[in-house]
C-alpha cells in the first residue's frame, strides 16, 4: 500500500479511585520509501496483584528492544516470521516477569495488546483483556479477551450484556507474567479501507461503547463536531475545539518534552509521542484521546484508563480528509 502514514493520539489517566497508574504504552513509527511502519501497544499492569507498574513497563520495554534491535531482520523473513516474533517477545516477558517475582515472594501481572503494521498489513498478538478495535464502515473488536466472562459468552453461557454487567467481568483467565506458561492470540491482515486502530485498556471500553468509538472516529474524518471536554465546567461539550490552546506542543499545562509525556498521570518514562519534524499533525487525534479518557473518567471509572488512536492515511485517503484534516 502507497504512502501509508499514521496520526495518532495517546492518553492514559489514573482514574479516579487509583493511587498510581500502572497501565503502560508504546508507540514506535519509522518511515521507509515514503511510506511509514509502527508498533502500538498497550499493558495493562494488574492491580490485584503486586507491583502491575512494573509488570507493565518490564512488557513496554522489551518492546521497544524488539524495535531497536530485532524488528530490522524479522521482516525480511515474512508475515509468519513478523507474527512469531511478536509473540516471542511476549513470551519473554512474561518468562522475565515470573521469573522477578518468584525471586522476591510476588504475584506479578500485565495484559498487553501489540498492533505493528508494516507494508499494507497489520499484525496483532493480545494477552489478557486490553482489546484492539478496527475501524472502516464498521468497528471490529481484532483481540479476544482472555477472561472469565468472554469464556461464558464464547460457550453461550452467558450473553455479552450480561457479561457486561457481571461481577466477574475482571476476572483474567491468563495474563503475561502471573504463571509460567501462557498462549498468545495471534492474527493479521490487510490494511485495505481500514481508517482507523483503537487499542485500549478494559478502563477505558468498559465505560466508553464501541458506537460511540466508531461514531467520534468518523466524525473526525468527517470534520464534524466530536464535542470536546469543558475543564472549567467538569462536563463534556459540544463545540469544536479549534485547537487554540496549543502552543510549541503544549495541552492544558502538560508538556511533550523530549518524546516522553510530563503529565501527573504517567507514573512512567517509555511514554512515546510521535513529532512529525516540529510540525504537530496529530493535534485533532490527541485532542480526541484526551477527550475520550475525561468522558470515561466523568462517569466514574475506578481502574486506570488507557487509548491509542491510530488513524490511517493512504494514497487514496491522501488528498481528500487528510489534507483539509492536518493541514499539509
Known amino acids: 500500500m502507497k504512502n501509508l502514514k499514521f496520526h495518532v493520539g495517546i492518553a492514559s489517566d489514573i482514574g479516579n479511585i487509583k493511587k498510581i497508574n500502572e497501565d503502560n504504552v508504546l508507540v514506535e513509527i519509522g518511515e521507509h520509501r515514503e511510506e511509514e511502519f509502527g508498533l502500538f501497544i498497550v499493558c495493562d499492569g494488574l492491580g490485584g496483584l503486586s507491583k502491575g507498574e512494573i509488570a507493565s513497563i518490564t ?7 524488539w524495535w531497536e534491535q530485532k524488528f530490522s531482520g524479522v521482516i525480511k523473513a515474512g508475515h509468519e516470521a513478523i507474527l512469531n516474533s511478536l509473540e516471542e517477545t511476549i513470551l ?30 497489520y499484525y496483532i498478538a493480545n494477552v489478557g483483556d486490553s482489546r484492539i478495535y478496527k475501524i472502516n464502515r464498521r468497528i471490529v473488536q481484532e483481540t479476544e479477551d482472555d477472561s472469565y466472562v468472554a469464556m461464558k459468552v464464547k460457550n453461550k453461557e452467558m450473553t455479552v450484556e450480561e457479561a457486561k454487567r457481571s461481577k466477574m467481568k475482571n476476572v483474567l483467565l491468563q495474563c503475561v507474567g502471573a504463571k509460567e506458561n501462557i498462549v498468545v492470540y495471534k492474527k493479521m491482515g490487510s490494511i485495505g479501507d481500514t481508517n482507523a486502530f483503537i487499542l485500549c485498556s478494559d478502563g477505558f471500553y468498559n465505560k466508553f461503547q464501541e ?34 490552546n496549543y502552543k510549541g506542543g503544549h495541552y492544558e499545562s502538560k508538556k511533550y518534552q523530549g ?17 512529525y519534524g516540529g510540525k504537530n499533525y496529530d493535534i485533532e487525534v490527541q485532542k480526541l484521546a484526551l477527550d475520550m479518557i475525561h468522558t470515561v473518567k466523568s462517569r466514574e471509572e475506578r481502574d486506570n484508563i488507557s487509548v491509542i488512536i491510530v488513524l490511517i492515511e493512504n494514497e487514496k485517503r491522501k488528498m481528500g480528509i487528510f489534507n483539509r484534516l492536518f493541514g499539509r
Open 92 to 121: 519473554l516477558a512474561n518468562k522475565s516477569i515470573y521469573k522477578y517475582s518468584k525471586e522476591n515472594n510476588i504475584k506479578m501481572g500485565t495484559t498487553i495488546t501489540v498492533l505493528f503494521i508494516y507494508e499494507g498489513k
Open 211 to 244: 458506537e460511540e468509538m466508531i461514531e467520534n472516529v468518523n466524525k473526525l474524518l468527517k470534520g464534524k463536531d466530536y464535542g470536546q471536554w469543558d475543564y472549567r465546567n467538569n462536563k463534556f461539550k459540544g463545540k469544536h475545539y479549534k485547537g487554540r
Open 259 to 275: 518524546g516522553h509525556y510530563q503529565g501527573k498521570d504517567y507514573v512512567d518514562k517509555d511514554y512515546l509521542y510521535k513529532d
Open 59 to 65: 512488557a513496554v520495554r522489551l518492546f521497544k528492544e
